[in-house]
């Protein structure tokens, strides 16, 4: 199956400073890639959705100027968590698609586990 | 109400007997249906998408319900490898034709030896 790499894997920050997670689809360009937040004990959430050249979408809820994203190519995607607080502390997972249909599967980064002190 | 709902769980189930996880969805226009496994710290997994017609693979059965907007998840002869947490996933298609994918909260199962 497609492969999608994240990095970091772990993080660990202290407050207010800024951590940026890459998301790479290895083997197959996707056209929409997806950032996920869990906090332990919870599902997912979704935080945004990422089409390739133009601006996320982002989920109610979600503030766009803490969490930046850039789609600049077909194989990546970033996330920044800008001056995180530990209450952003989660683990943050990234999703991608090759097509634009419902029915297409997502394939999942291992994602990043961000600890803010 | 949420708009996909599944069993709040844990499932404490012994090896070897069956297992069924539901989930229902209030959007009757969603489009499509998958069933996705978690391990603890770990990414979800697709396990199955599920079919109008209901599908099978292995000990797994997935079924859809249009009519009453709930989908099914069977696992037979449960093993203890199957222990993780199970996610219903709802596609959405939207007004500008993008598509949105709605989660549950996931049952978590727990197969004791």
């Known amino acids: 199956g497609a492969v999608v790499s994240q990095h970091p894997s772990r993080v660990i920050c202290k407050s207010g400073t800024s951590v940026k997670i890459e998301c790479r689809s290895l083997?197959?360009?996707?056209?929409?890639m997806f950032w996920y937040r869990q906090f332990p004990k919870q599902s997912l959430m979704l935080m945004a959705t990422?089409?390739?050249?133009?601006?996320?979408?982002?989920e109610q809820g979600v503030e766009k100027d803490k969490f930046l994203i850039n789609h600049a190519s077909l194989t990546l995607s970033t996330l920044t968590v800008t001056s995180a607080h530990p209450e952003d502390s989660s683990f943050y997972i990234c999703?991608?698609?090759?097509?634009?249909?419902?029915?297409?599967?997502?394939?999942f980064g291992p994602g990043t586990r961000l600890t803010v002190l | 109400r949420k708009e996909v709902e599944q069993d709040p769980g844990p499932f404490n189930v012994p090896e070897g007997a069956t297992v069924a996880f539901n989930c229902t969805y209030s959007?009757?226009?969603?489009?499509?249906f998958f069933w996705y496994r978690q391990d603890c710290r770990k990414e979800p997994k697709l396990l199955m998408s599920v079919y109008s017609s209901g599908n099978e693979d292995g000990r797994f059965t997935a079924q859809l319900n249009r009519a009453s907007q709930y989908i099914s998840l069977l696992i037979r002869d449960s093993k203890l490898s199957d222990s993780a947490t199970y996610l219903c996933?709802?596609?959405?298609?939207?007004?500008?034709?993008?598509?949105?994918?709605?989660w549950g909260a996931g049952t978590k199962l727990i197969i004791k030896p």
């Open positions: 996933v709802v596609t959405n298609v939207q007004r500008d034709s993008n598509y949105q994918l709605i």
């Open positions: 999703s991608a698609v090759t097509g634009t249909s419902p029915s297409d599967t997502q394939y």
């Open positions: 083997d197959f360009q996707a056209t929409t």
């Open positions: 990422s089409n390739e050249g133009s601006k996320a979408t982002y």
């Open positions: 959007n009757s226009a969603s489009q499509s």
